[in-house]
């Protein structure tokens, strides 16, 4: 398996910026659709695409899932009625050596409990990714404008303080993402671009 030899440290979290050819592998070796959000095979680049996936899933269908492990390289979540009404949905992803990726490798997809209505993922980081798109095109979106689309588009309620939160954290990612792009078409190794970005992720 092929990656493009980028390897960035923002935030604590590492991304991985793959070609093409890894999309298709995937498609080809396991039996799942590109509209399917989770499934048995399939791969993540990094914990918090995995957290977002499952954040996604859980607002679609409306069921609460929390996790019950949350490492750099094992994530478990299950509903949150597992004990209660013994319900069995859950998701285990684990890292792949082969792939040097995170993959799905147990996924009950059966709820047989009632739908909540609501989840408990909903916190400034997970705000911050579902309008980082909108606010990069528009960084002026109010954070009372968040909350009322929220709830509108969701159903949930949160505070204007974590939407404040949520736009101040991705203002300070954008600063840092510029500032390594800015180092590296100075021609920067990756030793010394690796060092600067730890260093940062400190200070912030």
């Known amino acids: 398996m092929m990656l493009t030899m ?12 793959s070609d093409d050819r890894d999309a298709e592998e995937e498609g080809r070796q396991f039996n799942y659709g590109p509209d399917d959000i989770l499934a048995i095979g399939k791969t993540f680049n990094t914990v918090e695409e995995f957290k977002y996936t499952v954040l996604k899933y859980s607002l679609k269908t409306q069921y609460d ?4 492990k949350s490492s750099s390289d094992r994530l478990g979540a299950h509903c949150t009625q597992h004990v209660e009404e013994k319900c069995p949905w859950r998701v285990y992803c684990s890292f792949e050596r082969g792939r040097n990726k995170l993959m799905v490798k147990v996924y009950n997809d059966s709820h047989i409990c009632v739908r909540s209505g ?13 309008f980082e798109e909108r606010l990069r095109i528009n960084p002026k979106i109010k954070s009372q404008e968040m909350v009322d689309e929220i709830k509108r588009e969701y159903n949930m309620i949160v505070s204007p ?4 939160r949520a736009k101040s954290v991705l203002s300070a990612r954008r600063k840092a993402v ?3 792009e800015t180092l590296l078409g100075f021609g920067i190794t990756k030793k010394r671009f690796l060092n600067q970005m730890w260093d940062q992720q400190w200070r912030l």
């Not at 303080?161 to 404040?164: A, F, K, L, M, S």
């Open 161 to 164: 303080e974590q939407c404040r």
């Open 6 to 17: 980028i390897v960035a440290m923002i935030f604590g979290t590492m991304i991985l910026f």
């Open 178 to 180: 510029k500032g390594c």
């Open 65 to 68: 899932i929390k996790f019950y």
């Open 118 to 130: 609501y989840t408990k993922f909903f916190k400034s980081g997970t705000i911050g990714h579902l």
